[in-house]
């Protein structure tokens, strides 16, 4: 594992495998930041989810484990079909996770929770 990182090649592999899977199901954009957050946690994910190069389509997780913080920001876009609600729903799922220290399956669960939600509701066209 290189000096800094806090995942082996298997777990970036799972968690890539988490991110590329919600997007496909959600279509929206995945960003996971773990480390030390700078300042006010709210703030800086705040700040990291606005650098996105499409930030009302994205959703960001970031985790500063040292100081046990979780921050989950969405954009516009997103909100239309993912409630505050069903984020909470998510980060307690991942909370759960992180206490058990699973840090990669609870972000690989979250990241789920959060496409299945987040995905647009299927329409059925009637003709006329």
Known sequence: MPAGDPF????????D????KGEQLCRFEF????????GDPRVFATRLHNL???PARSILVMVDPTAHVLEIVTGG????????????LAALHMQTAFAEQDLV???RRGIQM???H???PQTLHAEH
Not at 8 to 15: C, H, I, N, Q, W
């Open 77 to 88: 876009y997103v909100r239309r079909t993912l409630t505050d609600r069903q984020v909470e």
């Open 105 to 107: 399956g609870g972000l």
């Open 52 to 54: 996105l190069v499409a």
């Open 17 to 20: 495998d988490a991110i590329r």
């Open 31 to 38: 960003s996971v930041f773990v480390g030390n957050a700078e």
């Open 114 to 116: 959060l496409a299945e």
């Open 118 to 120: 987040a995905r647009a």
């Open 8 to 15: 082996s090649s298997a777990e970036r592999y799972a968690l």
